[in-house]
């Protein structure tokens, strides 16, 4: 007799999941909006920080701010929260790519946004049935 691996849809997550993925996702929406508000804001110490990493312009700040408040706002909303997680994954990239050019510390600077993903997914994955029906971790198995 063969084994039939059945792909079985995810129905529900435990309550402790659901409050998980929400506090997962609560610390990136509270940590992205006060990055996006200080840039927005274009305050001193983030213009001289971008000068430190390697930017020239002094309003580029505003335009970073103003693509994260969009990437965020998908995020937040059910609808499209995948295509937000998508496009904040495309941001913390460019975020290690911009420490990567300054030789900046591993675990503290470097790795940062890649912690920072791994919430946002980890949230995202944990509140939202969507995501776990198209990316199941684990699959049922049934003799016959």
């Given at each position: 007799m063969e084994a039939v691996i059945q792909n079985t849809q995810?129905?529900?997550?435990?309550?402790a999941g659901l409050w998980t993925g929400r506090i997962f996702s609560g610390i990136?929406?509270?940590?992205?909006?006060?990055?996006?508000?200080?840039?927005?804001?274009?305050?001193?110490?983030?213009?001289?920080?971008?000068?430190?990493?390697?930017?020239?312009?002094?309003?580029?700040?505003?335009?970073?701010?103003?693509?994260?408040?969009?990437?965020?706002?998908?995020?937040?909303f059910p609808r499209t929260s995948?295509?937000?997680?998508i496009l904040l994954t495309g941001y913390l990239g460019g975020a290690i790519a911009v420490q990567l050019r300054?030789?900046?510390?591993?675990?503290?600077?470097?790795?940062?946004?890649?912690?920072?993903?791994?919430l946002l997914w980890g949230g995202l994955y944990l509140r939202d049935s969507r995501l776990r029906e198209i990316v199941p971790f684990r699959k049922n198995e049934e003799n016959n």
């Open positions: 995810i129905k529900s997550n435990s309550k990136i929406i509270l940590f992205l909006g006060f990055d996006s508000t200080i840039h927005l804001l274009n305050i001193p110490a983030v213009v001289e920080g971008s000068i430190k990493l390697g930017f020239s312009q002094p309003n580029l700040g505003v335009v970073i701010g103003a693509i994260e408040v969009i990437c965020l706002a998908l995020y937040i995948v295509f937000g997680a300054v030789d900046a510390p591993l675990f503290s600077s470097l790795l940062f946004p890649v912690y920072m993903g791994i």
